[in-house]
C-alpha cells in the first residue's frame, strides 16, 4: 500500500518537497507536512542516475530510476462472517526523475496494486524550480495535491489517508524560505458540481518547522475548496448518486454543492523517536444524496496519533510504532470508527525490509447503521527497493 515513509520507501515520484524525515546525507530543508508530494525528496535521497558517459546528453545522465515491490500476507477477521487469508502484490511501483536543466524537472511513475489499482501512470508531472536562486516553484501536472499529511511508520496507511489522499491534474505555485513553506494550487475536479465544466478546485497549504542535527518538527495546515474530490469521495459520491439517479431520473448525478475539508497535523523526531499527530475533517454537511450519515447528510472526519521509536537490532535497524487512528460519519466510506494498531519492521539486507502489524477494528454502533463489532487484521510485508 502506497505512501509510507519510515515504514517503506514509497518512491512515487510525485511533486514538491515533502512531509516526512529526509533519508539523505547531505542537510536537507525541513519537511513540510501538508505537501501530499513529499516522496519526491525521499526519491532524490536514493539517486541512481542512468549513466555517467559524458557522451550522452544531460538529461539522460541525469535520469534517476526507482523501483518498489511490496508483497503482503494477511490473515482477517472481519465484523461478521468467517475469517480470510490472502497473499498479493500490494505495490509494484516504478519512477523516473530527469533534471532537464539548472530549472527544469520531469517525473513520471506507473503504479499497481492489486485488488486495488491497474497499472496505472500515477504521476507526471513538470517542475520549475532552483531553490539556490529563488524561493518560488511552479509544478504542473498529474500529481497529489499537498492536502494532509499522512506519515506512518506502520504498514497500512492512516484513516486520514483513506479520506482526504487527493490525486489531480494541477497547477501549483510553492514557496520555500527559513522555517516557511506553503503551496497554491487549482485543478479542475472530477465532479462536474451543478453540471458546471470549468476549473474550479483550489486548496492552499502553509506549514513551518525546523530541522537539526538529530531533531526536526513541523507544523502544517491545509485546505481544499472541495473534499469531495479526494481520491476515495469522488468513487463513492458518483456511486451514491447514480443509485439515487436510478429511482428518481429528476435527481442529477452531479453534485450540486462543493463541500470543502481543511487539516491540521504535526510531526516531531527527536532522535529515535518519531510522533505523528493528524486530523482532516470537511467544514460542513455534504448533500445527504452524496454522502449520508443516519438521517442527515454526513461531515466525515478522521484522525491518527502515532509514536514510533527506532532502535538497532543485532545490526538491523529496528522500529516498533503504536497508533490510535478513528473517524467520524464516515460509515459510508467503510471506514471503522476506532482503529488501534501495533507495528514492527526490520532491515534484513540493504533495501530489504520485513514488517508486521496488528491492526483492530472497532465498527460504528447499531444505532448508527453499523455492527458495533470488532474486527482484527494480521499483515506481514515484505518491501524491496530496487
Known sequence: MALKIQRVI????????????????????????????????????????????????????????SALLEIEASHVSPYTGESTDDLILATAELGLISQLNDWLKAGVSALYEQYETNLEVDTAYLKLANAEASPFSLTGGQLYVPFGMYETNLVSDPLTLELGETRQTALQFGVEQSLFSGSLYVFKGDNKVKSEDRIGGWGAMLAVGQEDKDRAWSIGTGYINDLGDSDTLQDVINDQRVSAAELDPGISIDPTDRTPGWTVNALAHLGPLSLYAEYLSATEDFDPLSLGFKEHGARPAAWNLEVGYSFSLYGHETTAAVAYQGTREALALELPRERWLLGWRIGLIERVSLGFEWAHDRDYPARDGGTGKSAETFTAQLAIEL
Open 10 to 65: 514509497h518512491l512515487a515520484i510525485l511533486v514538491f518537497a515533502g512531509t516526512g524525515p529526509v533519508l539523505a546525507s547531505e542537510p536537507q530543508a525541513v519537511p513540510s507536512p501538508g505537501e501530499t508530494m513529499r516522496l519526491e525528496r525521499l526519491a532524490e535521497s536514493y539517486k541512481r542516475p542512468f549513466a555517467d558517459n559524458r557522451s550522452l546528453p544531460g538529461w539522460l545522465r541525469q535520469l534517476e530510476v
